[in-house]
C-alpha cells in the first residue's frame, strides 16, 4: 500500500500564486513505476483531472484544459514527492486537491487508473 500526504494549501486571492506538495510512502512505491498526479473537487461539482506526470519514456506532463499556462508539475524522485505550482489563480480553481499516484497510468483523466489517493488539502481562491 502506499500512502499520500499532501500540503500546502490554504487561501489566497484571485491572481495569487500557491504550491502544493504530496509526498508518497510505502514498500510498493517507486519513481520508475508510479506516475503522480493531482484531482480536485470544487464545491458542488464532480472530482476533475488537474495536472499528472507519468512514467512512460518521453512522457510530457498533462494538464486540464482549464489549468494550462498556469499550472506545472514536478517531481523531486529523491524525496519521493510531487509538487503542483499553481498560478494566476481564479475563484473557479477553489477546492480540495487530491494527489493520487498509480503504476502503468496511461490515461491520467480517468479516476480509476489511479491506485492510491491522498486526503485532500482545501484551496481557497476569493476576489
Known amino acids: 500500500q502506499v500512502q499520500l500526504v499532501e500540503s500546502g494549501g490554504g487561501s489566497v486571492q484571485t491572481g495569487d500564486s500557491l504550491t502544493l506538495s504530496c509526498v508518497a510512502s510505502g514498500r510498493a512505491f517507486n519513481n520508475n513505476d508510479w506516475a503522480m498526479g493531482w484531482f480536485r473537487r470544487a464545491p458542488g461539482k464532480a472530482r476533475e483531472f488537474v495536472a499528472a506526470?507519468?512514467?512512460?519514456?518521453?512522457?510530457?506532463?498533462q494538464f486540464a484544459d482549464s489549468v494550462k499556462g498556469r499550472f506545472s508539475i514536478s517531481r523531486d524522485n529523491s524525496r519521493n514527492m510531487a509538487t503542483l505550482e499553481m498560478t494566476s489563480l481564479k475563484s473557479d480553481d477553489t477546492g480540495v486537491y487530491y494527489c493520487v499516484t498509480g503504476r502503468g497510468v496511461v490515461v491520467p483523466t480517468l479516476e480509476r487508473v489511479w491506485d492510491s489517493w491522498g486526503q485532500g488539502t482545501q484551496v481557497t481562491v476569493s476576489s
Open positions: 506526470t507519468l512514467t512512460w519514456r518521453d512522457s510530457v506532463p
